[in-house]
């Protein structure tokens, strides 16, 4: 039986710890029914690198942005350059962008700031925006409606029901990863199974967040079978019906039929 196709709708195929074997990982990604992996971005040293990778491969699409847990790498002109590669480009979405008040000592307010600052640069572009967010979504949810973006994904969404249907009014869906193949995740499990079909994407966020059953090693694109068979199993549904499902929400909610620049 052939793979069934997947979207890995979160992963860093562009960072160093891919550079030895990047090539061998899409080919097993591929085998394993991979039809498009998106690329975030984190900080704007890395734009030219991702952009670069993206343009050597049809189904890899580029997400542009500054993320929040590395307030200290990002320069005073990085948004304006932001605003101008976007143009120029026209990548699938922004991101990933967010709030974190997980991670100790940064800067709540100029969090908010940058988040506010890219918001308002996705609605501009009428992009899609691909959200990290860790102990902070009301303040984000809130912070979306007043942006007024065309949606896009709560990466790793790790909420409550109440905040997950938010989510969902916004135009939002919820990504889910390794994390859920943990017998452990209890409480996301819950979650996954609570939601309906249209909140859900698969992703990996590799080389982070790992599957269970490769605990303690790099994570990979081509481990999304196992996040989308931990799916299956939490909502007691047919894995080709989720395949087809999340697949579909995620060329929805980024607009992935659409041309590429």
Not at 24 to 44: D, F, K, T, W
């Amino acid at each position: 039986m052939s793979p069934r196709p997947l979207i890995d709708t979160h992963c860093h195929l562009d960072v160093a710890q891919f550079d030895i074997d990047r090539a061998a990982v899409l080919q097993r990604a591929r085998s394993a029914g991979l039809v498009a992996i998106v690329v975030p971005a984190i900080e704007a040293s890395g734009w030219a690198g991702l952009l670069a990778l993206c343009d050597s491969a049809p189904d890899l699409y580029p997400a542009l942005g500054l993320h929040p847990v590395y307030l200290s790498r990002h320069g005073a002109t990085d948004l304006a350059r932001l605003e101008r590669l976007i143009a120029e480009r026209r990548p699938l979405a922004i991101g990933e962008i967010g709030l974190d008040h997980f991670v100790p000592g940064l800067d709540h307010g100029a969090q908010l700031l940058l988040l506010e600052s890219q918001l308002a640069i996705a609605r501009a572009a009428r992009l899609p925006v691909l959200l990290h967010v860790r102990k902070a979504h009301d303040e984000t949810l809130a912070a979306l409606r007043r942006a007024r973006v065309t949606g896009g994904i709560a990466h790793a969404f790790n909420g409550s029901i109440q905040q997950a249907k938010q989510y969902l009014d916004l135009g939002f869906r919820l990504g889910f990863g390794g994390m859920l193949t943990f017998t452990r995740s209890t409480r996301l499990r819950r979650l996954a199974a609570a939601l309906p079909d249209e909140a859900l994407v698969l992703e990996t966020d590799a080389p982070d967040m790992t599957v269970a059953t490769h605990q303690g090693e790099r994570n990979s694109p081509e481990y999304l079978p196992a996040i989308l068979q931990a799916l299956a199993e939490t909502r007691d549904a047919d894995p080709a019906h989720l395949a087809a499902v999340t697949t579909a929400n995620a060329r929805a909610v980024l607009g992935m039929d659409q041309p590429r620049a």
